[in-house]
């Protein structure tokens, strides 16, 4: 559906110094310097597929969604998406896609949500037949009823996040931008939104999701993409992604004796809960779980303990915090996690 092939986009800034000599200097020469904020880039998604595309603050995401949805166009390289290049058939293009913002409202503020759909319809060319159609498929999968018929400024942002969905999706789009779907909504309101997402998947509509919220990642994608410093340093599915970085596991563990910072090679504090409570981070491939539960029950006596993959937000720590993309790449995995700083002694 999506093919993506060495793409690249530079922007030219100019510098202005610090100093008052500096800033005086470039009033009458100004330094250009170029910013690669997507450094050759390339990948496929195919129909159906839910993509996480994360990265820090600066990796270049905003930008790679501006040329996949035709509003940038790339410096070099090239995107054929359902057939088309986004910037250059774009009456055709934004036929097929749709766009969800978290913080930016597609609604006009002072008329009802209904009227904005039906704005669309026109917009669209959406046939009458077609429009009723989705429009009471979407009004009941978001329970948007009597909502959509309040001036959008009176509703909360629960509800104006559902009609944004019904905004994005009237068109029937094959392909669908998400950017922080449901930032500062509610437990429940989250659960409705991520509902919904997960069935207009499942009638094969693409999603591609950006979002610095990773439970929300967990929750809903397959596959995660990670830019950094414009180059992607990882393209895999959520559980491939944990064992690039070491086979960990969470342990939150109740002993019978105190359990001491100094641990053996594998084992690492990450919170001391209660002076017998203790959340470990365990690496499997230095020390297996069997061994591990008999070792420690031997030392310090298990009471209780629960076992859970490492959080995505550790793992996803570590790539971020990468200063740049050929160290992360000549790095050997092991060495991402730094397990114990060598303070070790053996339970044997
Ligand atoms: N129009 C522009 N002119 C100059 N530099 C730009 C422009 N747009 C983006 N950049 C630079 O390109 C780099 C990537 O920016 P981009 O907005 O794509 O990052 P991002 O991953 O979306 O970040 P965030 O999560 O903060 O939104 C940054 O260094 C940014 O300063």
Not at 186 to 201: G, L, P
Not at 244 to 255: A, E, F, H, Q, S
Not at 280 to 290: A, M, N, Y
Request: charged share 30%.
């Amino acid at each position: 559906m999506i093919e993506v092939k060495e793409l690249t986009r530079t922007f030219t800034i100019y510098e202005r110094g610090h100093t008052l000599r500096e800033v005086a200097k470039s009033l009458i020469r100004r330094p250009m310097k170029e910013v690669r904020a997507v450094d050759s880039i390339s990948f496929n998604i195919s129909q159906g597929e839910l993509v996480a595309f994360l990265g820090p603050n600066g990796a270049g995401k905003s930008t790679t969604l501006k040329m996949l949805s035709g509003v940038l166009h790339p410096s070099s390289g090239d995107i054929r998406c359902m057939g088309l290049v986004p910037w250059k058939q774009r009456r055709e293009y934004v036929r097929k896609i749709g766009a969800v913002f978290g913080q930016k409202s597609q609604l006009l503020w002072d008329i009802p949500p209904s009227d904005a759909f039906y704005m669309n319809k026109a917009i669209y060319g959406v046939p009458d037949k077609e429009y009723k159609e989705t429009l009471d498929e979407l009004v009941e999968l978001l329970q948007v009823g009597d909502i959509m018929r309040k001036p959008t400024r009176q509703l909360s942002l629960g509800e104006r996040m559902r009609c944004e969905f019904i905004m994005a999706m009237l068109h029937r789009p094959d392909l669908v931008f998400l950017d922080e779907p449901t930032i500062g909504l509610d437990m429940i309101a989250k659960e409705n939104i991520r509902n919904f997402i997960r069935s207009m998947n499942r009638k094969k509509v693409t999603f591609i999701l950006t979002t610095h919220d990773l439970e929300e990642v967990e929750l809903l994608a397959e596959r995660v993409m990670v830019i950094n410093h414009g180059r992607i340093i990882v393209d895999d599915t959520l559980s491939g992604l944990r064992k690039r970085l070491g086979d960990k596991k969470t342990v939150r563990i109740v002993t019978e004796l105190p359990v001491p910072d100094e641990l053996p090679a594998g084992l690492r504090i990450m919170e001391r809960i209660r002076p017998f409570e203790v959340e470990l981070e365990v690496d499997t491939e230095i020390l297996p779980l069997r061994p591990f539960i008999s070792q420690f029950n031997e030392q310090f006596g298990i009471l209780d303990m629960a076992i859970e993959e490492l959080p995505i937000e550790a793992v996803m720590k570590e790539l971020y915090s990468e200063p740049d993309v050929q160290s992360y790449a000549a790095a050997p995995v092991q060495n991402l996690f730094q397990v114990n700083n060598g303070k070790t002694r053996s339970l044997d």
